[in-house]
Every structure is written in C-alpha cells, then in structure tokens.
C-alpha cells in the first residue's frame, strides 16, 4: 500500500495515507497497525491510528527514525489488499428517543423522515471505527446513511450523560463518559463503554452495529452493567 512516511519530532514515526475519509483507507490503517504491533519492532511502542494516518511511537535511547520508519515501510509493501468487513463487529444496544434521545424528533424532521424511519436507518448498517479520540473510548465512525446527516447543534450542551448516541454532522458516534458536545442525541446505551479496569469494547478498525431496545430492556442491561 503506499504510503508516506514523516518524522514527528525525535520519538515518532508519520505513516501518512492518501488524505480522505474513505471505508478502504481505514481498513488500510488498521491493518498497517495490526501489523506493526504484532511485528514488535524493537523500540517501538504505542500506535495512534487516525482517519488517514498511523503514528508509532518508539524510544530514541533504544532505536532511531530509520530504522522504524524502515520497518514500518517494510511491513506496508507486505501487506495484502485489506479485507471488506474485516475487525470485530461488536453490538450496541440503544434506546431511542424519549429522555435517551431528547433530538431525535429533530433529526427526523430535518430528514424528511418519521423517528420510526431514522432508528431504522441507524440501527440498519454497521460503521467502521477510524479512529478513537476526543474522550477516552470515544468512536469516530464512518458509513452514516447520507439521509441522517444533520447539523450540530447551534449552542452545544454542557452536559451530555454517558452513553449517549448522536449524530453530529456526517458522523454518528457514542459518548461513553459523560461530557460537554454539540452533537444532535438520538439515544443512549446502557453498556459502560468506558472502563480502565477492563479490556476495551472496541478499537479502531472494528466496526460497530447499533441495535433498538426498549427502555424496559435499557433498565435491565443498566441495573447489569452498573450504569443505571
């Protein structure tokens, strides 16, 4: 796969994809990132991919920039042609509208659509994760139905519960700890999708499939996970 490579600052290497957010480029990162991480370059450490894009952390007393940007250039030649649907597919249930999704009346009129039609659309694809940022455990997805992008919110919200689902833009993605944003809610997921005492639900390459639960089934999985 081609690729550039680019040194950030003395304890990193830039693996740097064809700029776009495109469903073939992500897999490429996360199997450029598969492949660094199970090849333990000497040195190296942390990965950090990205929409377009793998930085690898290494250590400066131990290797140096060529040699890693020489191994990571190595293993890209090597590998095949990413696999569609390739990363765990994992599932998340979520409860829609009502006080879990107090904008889904919004994104539905903005659509054309009934609330009805919108958890259809949602719930009726999987979304590759690029990347994770902005929050820890916080999935920027990509494959929204073009139907649902709706705009941010004019006056973002101060405080938005853990959990919550939303659609911001062309995105849709999920809060898993509680924080300020901007992004219209749709609903909410009772899974703690954030916990530093477990291995985590997700990572970038995997892809995620929302699934529609009632508030009765919400309150059953909360009261299990601890989050209600």
């Not at 994992?90 to 539905?108: E, Q």
């Not at 958890?119 to 902005?134: A, E, K, P, Q, S």
Request: include cysteine.
């Amino acid at each position: 796969m081609p690729i550039q490579l680019v040194p950030v600052g003395d304890t990193g290497v830039l693996a740097v994809f064809e700029q776009k957010i495109d469903e073939e480029i992500g897999a490429q990162v996360a199997a450029l990132d598969a492949a660094v991480r199970g090849a333990k370059i000497p040195g190296a450490g942390e990965t950090v991919p990205a929409f377009a894009s793998l930085l690898v952390r290494y250590d400066p007393l131990l290797t140096d920039y060529g040699a890693v940007a020489g191994a990571v250039d190595a293993l890209a030649r090597r590998l095949p042609p990413p696999e569609p649907g390739a990363g765990r597919l994992v599932t998340i249930p979520v409860c829609y509208g009502g006080t879990f999704g107090p904008d889904l009346a919004f994104v539905a009129q903005h659509a054309g659509l009934t609330e009805a039609e919108v958890v259809r659309r949602h719930t009726g694809r999987d979304y590759r994760i690029y990347m994770l940022g902005f929050l820890p455990g916080f999935p920027y997805l990509g494959g929204l139905d073009p139907r649902l992008f709706t705009p941010r919110l004019q006056n973002p919200r101060t405080a938005i519960p853990a959990g919550s689902v939303g659609i911001g833009g062309e995105q849709t993605g999920v809060y898993p700890v509680a924080s300020p944003g901007g992004w219209q809610l749709i609903g909410r997921t009772p899974l703690k999708l954030f916990d530093p005492d477990r291995p985590p639900r997700y990572a970038a390459g995997d892809r995620i499939r929302f699934a529609a639960v009632t508030p009765e089934q919400f309150a059953k999985l909360a009261e299990k996970e601890g989050t209600a």
